[in-house]
Every structure is written in C-alpha cells, then in structure tokens.
C-alpha cells in the first residue's frame, strides 16, 4: 500500500474540526466584508458593483497568509482540509462550487500537502433571481472556515458580509474588485492537448500528446488529483519525452483507480520563467498491458463510509464471540460473574469494564502497528502476525499454559497474568484486563461476516478512522461480557453457582489444548516437520515448570524459591530455545505443502497461471486461505471438499486455484487488495470468457452457496444439470 495519511496533528485536527470550530479564536466580531486571524486576513469580493434581476456574478473569499503558513485545495494531501465556504444568500439565488485556483505542494518529512500559500483568492459563481426588485439590496453572508498550518495546524473560522445594491435589467453595475480578475487567471483551464492515462501495476502513465512541449519541456509538471488516495502525494512524478509526447509515471495511492475510472485533477506547468498554469484533466483510465485487471464495485469493496465501516466492525467483533477460540475465554469469564454474584454489583462492573479495556487497548495496539507497517509500505492485514511462526509458535504455547491452569495444574495468582484459576478470584481488575488481552489474541486468526468490508475500507483510510474502525470492532467483541456484567437481569439467568463450575472450567481447557495443536500445525506448514518437534518439546519443558512451580508453592523457603526459580528458568529456556528453533527451521524448510497441490482437485494460485486461465476465457474459482485462518479451514473442511461441489466444479470446466497466504504473499496481498479486502478468506468465480466480472462469495460457505454462484453463472460455466437446476 502506498503512502498513508499520517496520525499527525494536522490529521487529527481535521478529523475534530466541526468541535474546533466552535472554539476557534476568530469568532464574536461584528460581521463585514474583511476579518482577519493571526495568520489569515481574509476578504469578501464581488465581480460588480451592483447585481441585477437574473445576473450571474462572482464572488471571491481572498486569504492573504502570513510566510511559511498554508491552507489546502480541494485535496489536501497527506494531511488537512479543504477550505469551506457556507453561503447567505437572499431567497431564490444560488451559489456554485468552490473554483480552485491551481495549487501548490508543501512538504514535511514524508507528508506532502497541496495547497495555497501568501495570498488565494476562491471564485464562486452566484446566480440572482430573476424577481429582484431594483433599488433594493443583494446581502451575502459567508461563513468561511479553513485549516492553517506550519508546523502546526490550526482551525479557523470568519464570518464575511457583503451587500451589493440590485440595479434595473439592461442597467450599468459599475467594475467589481480588481482581486476578481487575478484570481481567474489562476484558475486551470482546458488543455489544448490530448491527454490519456493507463494504469499499470505499479504506476498511472500520464500521457500528454502535445509536440511543442515534447521539444521543449517545461521546467517542471506535477499532476494534482482532486481525490484523494488515488495518487501518492509524496511520490515523485518523473517525466519522459516519447516520441511527440510527454508521459508523467505517476505512483498509485491508498485507493488505486480502476480501468474506465476517471482520472481527474490539474495538471501543473511551470516555464523557465516561473510562471505556473494548470490545465484541467479529466480521461478515463485504461489498464496497460500485463496490468493485474481491476476489480469490479460489488457490495462489500463499494466505498462504505465512516459510519458504516464502524457499524460493520461492530457486528463483526459480535460474531467473533461464537469463534471457537474464542467462546471459550467468554465462558470462563461467565463463570467468573457467577462466582461473583453475592458480591457488590460495582465490583462486577469493575470487572467488566477491565475486560472491556484490555480488548480495547489491544485491538489500539494491533490498529498503531498495521498504521507503522502501511507506513512503511508493507502490505499486511488483518491476522497479518500469524504469518510470523515465532508468534504462531508463542500463542500455540499461550493456549497450552491456559489449558494447564484451567486444568488445575497450576494457579497463577491475579497479580500475575490473570489466566486459569485467578479468572474467578475477587477483585481479579488485572486477570479480567488481561483476559481482554488474550481474548484478542485468539480471535485474530477469525474472520467473521461484515468483517471484511470494514477491515478492508479501514486500511485505506486516514489513522484516526483505521483506529476508529478496529475500536469498534473490540467493542463487539467485549459487547456480550460487558452487557453481563452490566445487566442484572441476565446474571439471574445464568445458572446457580455449585461444584459443577469446577468441571466446566476445566472441559473449557480442552479447547485451549485443541487451540495449540492447531497452532502447532499451522507451524508446521510454516516452518517444515522439525518445528513440530520444537514445539512438542517446548510444552513439555512449560508442563514441567508449571507443575514444578505448584509443587514447590507450599513448601519451605528455600525449596519454594529454588522450585519458583528452576521453572523460571525452565520456562525461559523453553522460550528462547523454541524461537531459535523454529528460526532455524523455517530457513531450512522446504516449500509449503500446497505445492503438492496435484493429489487435490484444486491448483496453487499463481499471478501468471491465474492470468492465462483468464486470457484463455476459461472459468476460474479462487480461493484465498491460510492455514492460521479458522473460517478458511472450516470452509474448506463443510463446503469446497464436499463431493458436490468438487464434482460441479469438475463438470463446468472450473479451474480451482487456492492462494496460501499462510506465509505473506505479495501477489496474494495485491489480488486481496483489488477487492477491498486486508485478510482472508476471499472466494471469487470467474464465469467463462476473458472479460467476465467475478463473483463474490460470502465468507462462512455451504455447498449450496457454492452451488447456487456455480448456477447463477451461467450456461457458459455451469453444467446443464447445474443450469436446469
């Protein structure tokens, strides 16, 4: 992914500027047609000096800006906002858009803004009624806020006014401001030249077909899109001369165009002599040759917003609940409300929202680490640190030190980690946060419905939204333990305490036991056969230090001090020595095992094996899987190995391709990316024939899903029992 929008001050104060303005320094003067702030004067002008019934005019917001300040253009960049001007005007007039003079581009370190620096003036056109009486009064009012920045940003907000008197039709209106003038000069106009634009893998090719500036090129072009995203603010733009023309080799941005997407923006030109004109740009983009084929808009990569996404990550994190990794974590802590149901209904509350702030501090975390990565120009995503096999192999060891401890192996007191036993223990603030902790650990390698979407429109959006996104999917994790501790009425429901919650909490580490066995294959696929070795012998040594830790708890001093310290070191030794370990196997390990793809009925996915079963128009169904993903594995296990739909497959001439992102994968990361997508699982159906638009399955599948997509595409994939079906 390309360059983010970084968390600075400058982005978060836009995220906060309907709550800033309120607050801004400039406010409480008597309204007229100039105001001015410690950094911006501003001006409110009028083409004419009257108005008559009908006309159109023009009226310009002038910012006149201290040195080294700036405000934005319609896309700021890396970080800002855009000026906004709220118009006042009387019955039955109308004012257009914002005309944006040709911008400018400030940097600082790795951000880059466009924007307008010294003085800008932004035109608008206003259309009067036709019923205006003359020797009566035209009053404009504008409320104008913007964003102004250095180092730093500061949102401010003015209040214009301006009066013009209306004069008879076919009357004389008298010269408007001077300042009208100057800024038309500035505005883009359309380029006398042909310009066409192709989108490649890597870059957007500007193509301008313009023989005189191939001949003599200007001393500097920049293209500004008015979107943001679709380009890289801060990427350079490197210019060749082909032949008669001038192509610019832009990079793509966080949301890359797709073919027959409309590139727009302004292209820049500045002469040997300084002077600058813009040239409005408007193409459609064609995919270059061997460019990866965009995606279609389908329900779940169409733009969601904001409020949306949240509401989708919500959801998301709900269902997360009845993972099977998961669900267990929520019933120890069921249990823990049940053994505290004759204590102060505080305390219970307490508790829940300890739970509540160790998710939420931990999906934060997981949010400001994806923000690093993306940053860096890392193509990661949600369950993204499953694909690292020490830490498949440190939470395969989590999973068997719970199990131990809900066993009752050992019991580690609520100071310490909060797991096992401690879970239950009054007041247990810290087990419950932590408890938060692990719960989120165990639900990353899950992807639950409505997840995706959200998670794929997060990571191409600004830091505080990505933040606000994976916030709100921990809240619906921590949502049904919350609620329980919160609501009275539905602690009575649960059943009475007894010595039953005993044995409940001890089937709940048969789970946990399973969790690392699952893990420990997962390691397997990652790092080859000897990292099952490491990790059995790993348990052992954490088996052997939690029952010598227990063991020695009631004894002596010494021989309590020496047992705590031996399976201290035990545990150390476990530790490090299965890191390097699984280090060591996984530079030794052979490819993984999807690479013994032909006993299957289905073929590793490839870029190049997936681009020529497209050309040859032949149907294709894709799967992107990983071995760490527990939906993927279930899916695969209920629906795609079920003999029907292997057999429907096989009869409509349907190529099965599985993508293993067990282990990252750059051409898996940018398919993924084509369709919205940060994780897997991702299902397509490609009908036959070479431009056909895919399908998306949803992400828990049935054989009948996958039945019924084979059917709906049509005669040209599906069988004809399948059709008539």
């Given amino acids: 992914m390309t360059a983010m929008r970084p968390f600075s001050f400058a982005s ?69 906002l855009a000026t906004q001007i709220g118009w006042t005007l009387p019955e039955g007039a109308r004012a257009g858009d914002i005309q944006w003079p040709t911008p400018g581009r400030f940097k600082l370190g790795p951000v880059v803004n466009y924007g307008y620096e010294n003085e800008v003036t932004l035109l608008a056109t206003v259309k009067a009624p036709a019923d205006l009486q003359a020797g009566g009064r035209f009053p404009v009012k504008a409320t104008v806020d913007w964003l102004v920045c250095q180092e730093t940003c500061i949102p401010q907000q003015v209040e214009l006014e301006l009066t013009l008197p209306v004069q008879a039709a076919g009357s004389s209106v008298g010269p408007g401001s001077p300042l009208i003038e100057q800024a038309r000069t500035s505005l883009p106009i359309e380029s006398p ?8 893998k890597d870059a957007i090719t500007l193509r301008i077909a313009a023989a005189a500036l191939a001949a003599h090129p200007p001393g500097e072009l920049w293209f500004y899109a008015d979107q943001w995203g679709k380009t890289a603010h801060d990427a350079p733009q490197p210019v060749t001369v082909v032949g008669n023309a001038i192509e610019i080799r832009i990079k793509p941005g966080d949301e890359p165009l797709k073919d027959a997407e409309t590139l727009s923006g302004v292209l820049s030109i500045r002469d040997g002599n300084g002077r600058v004109q813009g040239y409005r740009v408007a193409t459609p983009v064609s995919a270059a040759a061997g460019a990866i084929a965009a995606a279609p808009q389908t329900a779940e990569s169409a733009d969601l917003g904001v409020g949306m996404a949240v509401l989708l990550a919500l959801a998301g994190g709900l269902i997360l609940n009845l993972m099977p990794c998961v669900f267990p974590v929520l019933s120890i802590k069921a249990l823990s409300v049940l053994r505290h149901a004759g204590h102060d209904r505080a305390q219970v509350r307490l508790q829940g929202l300890a739970y509540t702030a160790g998710v939420l501090s931990s999906f934060a975390a997981l949010g400001a680490v994806l ?36 066993s009752g192996v050992f019991t580690l007191g609520s100071s310490a980690a909060g797991i096992g036993t401690s879970l239950a223990d009054k007041p247990g603030y810290a087990g419950s946060f932590f408890t938060g902790v692990l719960a989120t650990v165990v639900a990353t390698p899950c992807t639950a419905p409505f997840m995706g979407a959200a998670l794929g429109f997060a990571l191409g959006q600004s830091a505080p939204v990505l933040l606000a996104v994976f916030l709100s999917l921990g809240l619906g994790l921590a949502l049904p333990y919350l609620l329980l501790c919160f609501w009275p009425a539905l602690q009575r429901a649960l059943p009475r305490p007894g010595v039953w919650m005993e044995r409940v909490k001890q089937a709940l580490a048969f789970p946990m036991y399973a969790a690392a066995v699952w893990l420990v294959w997962v390691l397997a696929q990652q790092a080859g056969p000897n990292a099952i070795a490491i990790a059995l012998g790993g348990m052992l040594a954490i088996a052997f230090a939690a029952w010598l830790y227990d063991s020695s708890r009631n004894a002596h001093v010494f021989a309590r001090h020496g047992g705590t310290g031996v399976a201290l070191l035990t545990l150390v030794a476990a530790l490090g020595g299965g890191y390097a370990g699984v280090q060591s196997s996984v530079a030794n390990a052979a490819a993984p095992a999807t690479a013994t793809a032909g006993k299957h009925a289905w073929e590793p996915y490839s870029k190049a094996r997936f681009d020529e079963l497209r050309a040859a128009g032949k149907p294709v169904f894709v799967n992107f899987t990983a071995a760490w993903c527990i939906t993927c594995l279930a899916n695969e296990k209920v629906a795609l190995s079920d003999a029907s739909v292997t057999d429907a497959f096989r009869q409509a001439g349907i190529t099965y391709l599985k993508g293993d992102w067990t ?55 599906a069988s004809p029992k399948l059709a008539k079906e």
């Fill in 371 to 406: 923000i690093a990565l993306k940053a860096g120009g890392a193509q990661v995503g949600w369950g993204f640190q499953f694909q690292s096999p020490p830490f498949v192999l440190a939470v395969a060891y989590l999973m068997f030190t719970v199990g131990l401890s809900l």
């Fill in 12 to 80: 978060f104060a836009s995220g906060l500027t309907v709550l800033a303005l309120g607050l801004a320094a400039n406010t409480g003067f008597a309204a007229s047609s100039r105001a001015s702030t410690p950094q911006v004067e501003a001006e409110l002008v009028a083409s004419a000096a009257a108005i008559r019934p009908g006309d159109e005019i023009q009226l310009g917001v002038r910012q006149k800006i201290i040195p080294h300040w700036h405000t934005y253009w319609v896309n700021p960049g890396d970080s800002g």
């Fill in 193 to 200: 030249w042909p310009i066409e634009a192709r989108a490649g």
């Fill in 663 to 717: 282990n990252q994968d750059p051409q898996i990361s940018a398919h993924l990316a084509e369709f919205g997508r940060s994780g897997v699982p991702l299902y397509l159906l490609y009908p036959a024939g070479a431009g056909s638009a895919p399908q998306v399955l949803p992400q828990l599948l049935t054989p009948s899903t996958v039945l019924s997509a084979i059917a709906a595409a049509g005669p040209a994939t």
